[in-house]
Nanobody, 125 residues
Framework: VQLQASGGGLVQAGGSLRLSCAAS????????MGWFRQAPGKEREFVAG????????SYADSVKGRFAISRDNAKKTVDLHMGSLKPDDTAVYYC???????????????????WGQGTQVTVSS
């Protein structure tokens, strides 16, 4: 299984970015996908998750109303659309796959089995 994240960069507060994660080596549509982030000196935290069909989603309280997760099972990609960005959103963002048959979107990193390499998002004030 390989996950390749892209789309990070430097943006001013209030701006937008779209992160994308391309997956290979798995039957993509059968697994829950998630986005996490890790800021310097902090633990990795859940940002958003999406169910197998894309009809169910989950968000951290800190990003609700500003971020949106989506997936394209035909292209094997999962995107994170980030808006109204704040300096506190600065972190390395990771996509991950829950390689189980879990029936809910887990928010704990330990439940996710494969991870992308991360992409840096920096929001300037």
């Amino acid at each position: 299984v390989q996950l390749q994240a892209s789309g990070g960069g430097l943006v001013q507060a209030g701006g937008s970015l779209r992160l994308s994660c391309a997956a290979s080596g798995l039957t993509f549509s059968t697994y829950i996908m998630g986005w996490f982030r890790q800021a310097p000196g902090k633990e990795r935290e859940f940002v958003a998750g999406i169910g197998r069909s894309g009809s169910s989603t989950s968000y951290a309280d800190s990003v609700k109303g500003r971020f949106a997760i989506s997936r394209d099972n035909a292209k094997k990609t999962v995107d994170l659309h980030m808006g109204s960005l704040k300096p506190d959103d600065t972190a390395v963002y990771y996509c991950a796959v829950d390689y189980s048959r879990r029936l809910f979107i887990a928010t704990t990193p330990a439940y996710y089995d494969y991870w992308g390499q991360g992409t840096q998002v920096t929001v300037s004030s």
